[in-house]
């Protein structure tokens, strides 16, 4: 009579692997978050000296010019951005991955340990100073061969 019971258990631990995993889902967009789409008419070929590491699910941009910015916006592969408050001449900022948002919010698909979509690499980052400026090009430094 244990073979009843140890098959019922079998099927609850089956059922459980197969739920566990959807209830863990969550959608990665939230429309209230929503931002911008990209200016694709105020995209511009100029670059200035300052660079982008990632790490993980963050950047680090390191500002080595003599100017700097005020309420500006970073740009990510043309498509994710998030605001900053500043970028002071000389400044390095860390920022999360996650808060880079799309123009129907979806989050920059960072990866991470419970990541449930796949790293997206960082290629193109651009910093917008203000809506009607055009974007100028920031370095973004690969720091691994899989990015």
């Not at 390191?62 to 994710?80: E, H, P």
């Not at 970028?87 to 920022?95: K, S, T, Y």
Request: proline share 7%.
């Amino acid at each position: 009579m244990a073979a009843p019971d140890t098959m019922g258990h079998m099927r609850m631990l089956l059922l459980a692997m197969l739920l566990v995993p959807m209830a863990c889902y969550r959608p990665d967009f939230d429309p209230s978050k929503a931002r911008a789409a990209y200016p694709y008419d105020l995209h511009s070929p100029a670059t200035i000296p300052v660079e982008v590491f990632r790490d993980g699910t963050t950047i680090t941009i390191m500002n080595s010019t003599a100017g700097g910015w005020v309420d500006a916006t970073v740009w990510i592969n043309q498509r994710f951005s998030a605001p900053i408050s500043g970028l002071a001449a000389g400044q390095m900022i860390e920022m999360d991955l996650v808060a880079f948002r799309d123009n129907i919010g979806e989050s920059f698909p960072a990866g991470g340990l419970w990541a449930t979509r796949r790293s997206m690499p960082v290629r193109l980052v651009e910093l917008q100073a203000n809506a009607d400026r055009p974007l100028v090009g920031l370095i973004a430094i690969r720091q691994n061969e899989f990015e």
